[in-house]
């Protein structure tokens, strides 16, 4: 019932920037807190971003200073601007969200996208 679509991977040089975006789309009565995790080869997944319902944000400290992450509540979408992008930050990145389905029940799920990839090279 729902789907969360990753965009804006790429291939970029080191101190470079991209933009990615999840959008949401499905049955959804509202959308709590939207995550941004990524994960190397041979890495464990790694929360790299978090913004709640009210918008508050938290950072991994690997990334405070050069990753911003928002939402647009009437398009159902998080994004999550890099700047200053390093090869450590190489990875497929993934993006969360808690999402109750039905007005009538506070039970709330998660859902993952399938991931865009950012790879930092030169």
């Known amino acids: 019932q729902v789907q969360l679509v990753e965009s804006g991977g790429g291939l970029v040089q080191p101190g470079g920037s991209l933009r990615l975006s999840c959008a949401a789309s499905?049955?959804?009565?509202?959308?709590?807190?939207m995550d941004w995790y990524r994960q190397a080869p041979g890495m464990q997944r790694e929360l790299v971003a978090r913004?709640?319902?009210?918008?508050?944000?938290n950072y991994a400290d690997s990334v405070k200073g050069r990753f911003t992450i928002s939402r647009d509540s009437a398009k159902n979408t998080v994004y999550l601007q890099m700047k200053n992008l390093k090869p450590e930050d190489t990875a497929g990145y993934y993006c969360?969200?808690?999402?109750?389905?039905?007005?009538?029940?506070?039970?709330?799920?998660?859902?993952w996208g399938q991931g865009t990839q950012v790879t930092v090279s030169s």
């Open positions: 969360k969200a808690v999402v109750w389905i039905s007005r009538y029940d506070e039970r709330a799920s998660e859902y």
């Open positions: 499905g049955s959804i009565h509202e959308i709590g807190t």
């Open positions: 913004v709640n319902s009210v918008g508050d944000t």
